[in-house]
């Protein structure tokens, strides 16, 4: 139960069933990975934004919905993440398990057809998409963009990002920029379409009940003998020379502060693993060093966070604060941080990481978006340890490997983004 | 103990449901082949309490004071429950709502221990003037949070419009001034007043069995004699209080709630008239719709927009939401397909559509363990027992949805709440 079966197709394609009965639900996701560009970024969100609006059989908005709606609320969406310096486009597609289906119809065969059909035989009209379509979407990806800035936390991490990696591919936006998006043709839009179904690198998954051999077939059938290889590689920066720093202000009543730290990047599972309980024990859980000392011993703030993004080889520290109180809470933090770079660190502290992290993997097991989140977070990775695997690694790391990746850490940018 | 099974042969699930000689309430749901598990236990109280009679004494508490016992029943004197749990590697965390407080860890092994500390947390109030003065800088800090997100403030404002004397228009966390007046007496009126095991409910799914949750509620509980604290709650007008607020934050894209006020009546609604409801707004307003394709088609709504139903202690209402670039102009829309609605009612063919939908969306939400656990609980402070939906849906008609319209979406009664930005970006054309 629960365990990956991986088939490979071709160079660069492959097809992963994790078979799993114990769900009403069942998740199909069609990934294709190619490296992050402004402009093919900016096109490739749009392009999947545009293709599960409609299809052949279903041409509008309203009469794909219907019939979603008809298959017991399947949900059929885009989902667009960065996964190092590449850009990872999921195509989506959940819905109730057959077993539950009122009318004894197959849900998942039928919404693995509609998938297969948005993704292989979109709606164009002498080759080119709907133009009201690409309009609407384009206008809804803008506000998407827009209303980044709408969630404080997220923007100022967004903001420390890219000043940050201004000279990395990875400052790029998932869905691109602004200008690009709006300067996106017809024609480009339909390039895009063809570049990701040529070249882009394939990773299908199918979680949950039900036979996968139909998906399987048109699959094969469309990507058999047509090998792709993923070029280019993430960018990892392991020297700074100098602390970037810059503050935003804003009419908020809380100022935000994110510190953006190089670490290590890590090559194995083991890594990996270590890494991430690295950022459990500074600031992961509620007995961590951020957690206990910023907060709770200074009440400085109500949430202070670190989060490790293993595919880049970065950690990133943020705080809600008052905004007198930033530069305390920046001392504060870099305190914590050198305390672990020089050894403080207790077995209680290692412990304690350990057991919450093999929690959220083995956790993770219990739900078919979480799996599938997991491995598509790991899509750059020749072999990823399943969450299983990572919560027995988590158990066997030692104090010196997190000690050893501690040491690796280096401040890059502090970023605050300052109220009135 | 009386142990009550509970089945449903449709989902092919079932539950227990146990009155422990404690006096709590305890729910249990095992899930074969999960490895996590989730427990809940909440009581009735939440920010709406506010002003209550206990043993004859009337009280009354400052704004965000549920929120605030919250945070600090996570101490004791032998130190604080997040330590504790540390130890068993449990994820835990609490929220506060306008009706209840609940408290909740997910784990996937030494889940009695972890069970034992929750218990331990409920049962183990101390305050004191120094812990109760250094969650103020914390809680202040929470507070400003929500103060700068759109999302939050839009709602609340719209509880502030549409309601004017329950206490469901203030903030759940209060304000900076109100938390300030909060002293360890005003925590422990508060905490002997509901915190009592018959007004609380605990709930499990996942990787457990009955015999295990019962081992641990019997060796940790002791019995609470059966109280009774009378809430308060003023008289609400049926009327809205104002039929529209507006916030200037700063945002690039304006958001709305555009709410239909309801009669408070006396309690939580019914199974089959929440149901109804439910299937009457996937009709009206889901993606499948005519009211959302227009809304669409005229660049007024993204995929943000949501239809929803709320009812709790003295108030019901329906709101619309989302992010649009002209609000009022969306909230017109909304407005006008209402009085339609009213008009003609839902059709034979959008309530079958909405319905397989509102059917799949009920069965999928038995595939985790937290999301059991907290219908389960909720279940019990609404009175709703979690499998009369899926018992009901077969058998409703489209003129029980229609029937249940009468009385709700009322064209007249409705408030507008707005969030635009600050450079007055929203630019609204009036129709």
Redesign the interface.
Known sequence: MSDLVRKQICEGVTFDTIQDNRFKAGRLNIKLITPLSRKTAAENALLACVLTRSCKKYPDFTSLYRRLNELYGAALFPAIRKVGDFQVISLLASGLDDRYALKGESVSSELAELLCSILFEPKLVNGCFDEEDVEQERRQILEQIDSEFNDKRGFAIKRCIEIMCRDELYSVNRYGGREEVLAITQDDLVSAWKRLLDNAAVSVMKLGGGDPQGVYEKMESRFAGKPRRIKGATAIVSNVSEVKRAAETDEISQSKLVMGYRCKYPESNRECVANSLMSVILGGAPTSKLFLNVREKQSLCYYCASMADNEKGILLIDSGVETDKIEKTEKAVTEQVELLKSGDLTDDELIHAKLLLKNAYISSLDSLGAMDSYYAARALRESPASPQESAEIAESITRNEILELASCIKLDTVFSLVGN | MGLTEITNE??GEKYYSVKHSSGLRILICP??????AYAVIGTRFGSINSSFINNGRKITVPDGTAHYLEHKLFESEEG?A??Q????????NAYTSFDVTCYLF????RFDESLGILFDLVRSPYFTPETVA??????G??I??Y?????WRVNINLMQAMYSEHSINKDIAGTVETIAQITPEILYDCYNSYYNLNNMVLCVA?NITPEQVLAVADSKLTKDEPSVTESLMPEEPYKVKQDYIEQT?????P?FSLGYKEDGGSGYVTSKESLCTAILL?AFA???S?L??EL??K?LI???FAAEYIDGTGYRYISFSG?S?EPKLAAEIIKKAVVELHEKGISEEDFE??R??????I??S????SAIATDLINSQFTGREIFEPINLI?GLTVNDVNERLRSELDPENFCLSVIKG?EAAVEDKSI
């Open positions: 449709r989902l899930k074969e082949g999960f490895r996590s604080d997040f330590s749990y540390a130890r068993t590697g449990a994820s835990a997910s784990c996937t092994e250094k969650e103020q800088g914390i809680i800090q929470e400003k949070m103060d700068d997100s759109p999302e996942g934050l700063p945002v690039a894209v958001l996937e889901g993606e499948g005519e959302y394709r669409l088609d660049k993204n995929s943000s992010e670039r559509n909405a397989n939908c509102t059917y799949g969306r069965a999928r038995w595939d985790s363990p077969s600050i």
